[in-house]
């Protein structure tokens, strides 16, 4: 009995202790869930437009929507780095958002160094904005601006003379050394044994060409035929006793520029100065008693024939001086300047080939004082469109190869100064012309 009797004790104590451990985990897990949920209940998130809160009277849910203020700069963008602006919520929430870089402004250029005549200098290109530099470049060196080369020192028979030259940005002098002319020119000894005549050049060392008095003691009296022809000298210098310029001296020195003659001279051969396209001006002496100078160009003294006008001139026009009657044989020849010339009432001749080759000549006029025109005196001339014949009646022509056939032209083809153009330039221009 007594046994029984704790057995029942026993069992019923274990039934006791099941139903409180079985009690205390229900309270767990309703304790845990209940956490979780209270938890869950409570977050708030920053970067959503809503959230859900819990109110503790009635355990109700309301959803909360962002209201977004204006952008604020909290950092200014610069032409290079990138800037931030925020935005907030009067829950305390915000939004950042980046800025973009502005980029550079192009500004003026500043100049560090200066160019010089020989060396380069250097500028930026600078931001207006952050003047930071952009771009550098070089500036390229000026380069010299030297004037024409003077002469110093004359040289003489034996002695080598000097000239000079001046930059005129950074006064640099640049000294060349004259050779002597005696020592480069060629000569021969005439029949009187006293005088010599300048053949030519020996080796062209020397540009500026002064002929001297005497070489190896004999005078020099006189230039050959041909003597310069086609050489590459710039100026010429011909002293008081040279009497004589054979014919196409200096015919074809497309670089001569500068003729100075002694007023010795008395015969300046033909074509001495043909096709020097660079000259710019013919001096003579006004002691000369033959020959004289009109704005660089050379007249006969009595002035009734221009020679040779300087055919390097750029001007685009020319009047012949009054005076004038003889238009000298290729006086204007390769004259690339002039457009228009005028010949004045005293004009009677034009000589064989005066214009040949004035490739921009356009009008001239004919005088009815003209009664010789020369063949092939407006050869070449393929602009020239207008020929005015003051007296168009009476002229004839006749072939210069054989002097055979002849051509009378009408006054009234003549009258038309682009056909009177078309006779002198092409369809007649190896005829010699005749005004009676």
């Given amino acids: 009995m007594k046994v029984v009797f704790v057995k029942k004790v026993i069992f019923i ?18 304790s845990t869930e209940n956490s979780e949920k209270d938890q869950n209940n409570s977050t708030t998130s920053t970067t959503s437009t809503t959230h859900t809160t819990n109110t503790s009277t009635n355990s ?22 990138k800037g931030e602006q925020e935005r907030s919520c009067s829950c305390g929430a915000k939004e950042f958002q980046s800025i973009d870089s502005i980029g550079h402004t192009a500004g003026k250029w500043i100049t560090d160094r200066e160019a010089t ?13 952050c003047n930071e530099t952009i771009k550098t470049e070089q500036i390229p060196a000026k380069g010299h601006k030297f004037s024409e080369w003077k002469i110093t020192t004359q040289p003489t028979a034996y002695q080598h003379g000097e000239e000079q030259r001046s930059c005129s940005a950074c ?18 000894i005439n029949s009187d044994l006293k005088t010599c005549t300048i053949t030519g050049v020996k080796e062209m060392r020397n540009t500026n060409i002064i002929i001297p008095d005497n070489i190896d003691g004999y005078t020099v009296t006189k230039i050959a035929v041909n003597a310069f022809k086609g050489t590459t000298i710039t100026s010429l210098t011909i002293p008081d006793n040279v009497i004589e310029i054979g014919s196409q001296a ?12 002694g007023k010795g001279v008395t015969n300046v051969g033909y074509f001495s100065f043909r096709d020097c396209t660079s000259l710019l001006s013919i001096t003579v002496d006004e002691d000369n008693k033959n020959y004289k100078s009109i704005d660089g160009n050379l007249y006969s003294k009595d002035g009734k024939e221009l020679i040779q006008y300087a055919t390097g001139k750029t001007a685009t026009s020319f009047t012949v001086p009054y005076g004038v009657e003889k238009i000298g044989w290729y006086a204007f020849q390769r004259e690339y300047s002039l457009k228009n010339i005028t010949l004045p009432s005293s004009v009677t001749y034009i000589g064989s080939g005066a214009f040949q080759s004035c490739v921009n000549l356009t009008s001239i006029n004919i005088p009815s004082s003209v ?36 051509t009378t032209f009408s006054s009234d083809d003549l009258s038309d100064k682009t056909l009177a153009a078309q006779y002198l330039r092409d369809d007649y221009k190896d005829y010699h012309w005749s005004h009676n």
């Fill in 117 to 129: 005549c020989t060396d380069t200098g250097s500028k930026r290109w600078v931001c207006s904005v």
């Fill in 13 to 30: 104590f274990l039934l006791i202790c099941l139903f409180l451990t079985f009690a205390a985990c229900a309270n767990s897990t309703n």
């Fill in 250 to 261: 200096f015919e074809e020195c497309l670089s001569l520029r500068y003729v100075t003659i």
């Fill in 171 to 188: 006064k640099k002098t640049e000294t060349k050394v004259i050779v002597s002319n005696a020592s480069i020119l060629s000569y021969r």
């Fill in 60 to 81: 109700e849910s309301t959803t909360h929507v962002h209201a977004f203020g204006q952008w604020v700069v909290i950092k200014a963008a610069t032409c290079t780095d």
């Fill in 371 to 406: 009664n010789t025109i020369m063949a092939h005196a407006f050869n070449n001339c393929g602009d020239l469109i207008s020929v005015a014949f003051e007296s168009a009646s009476g002229w004839s022509g006749v072939l210069s190869a054989g002097m055979s056939t002849t």
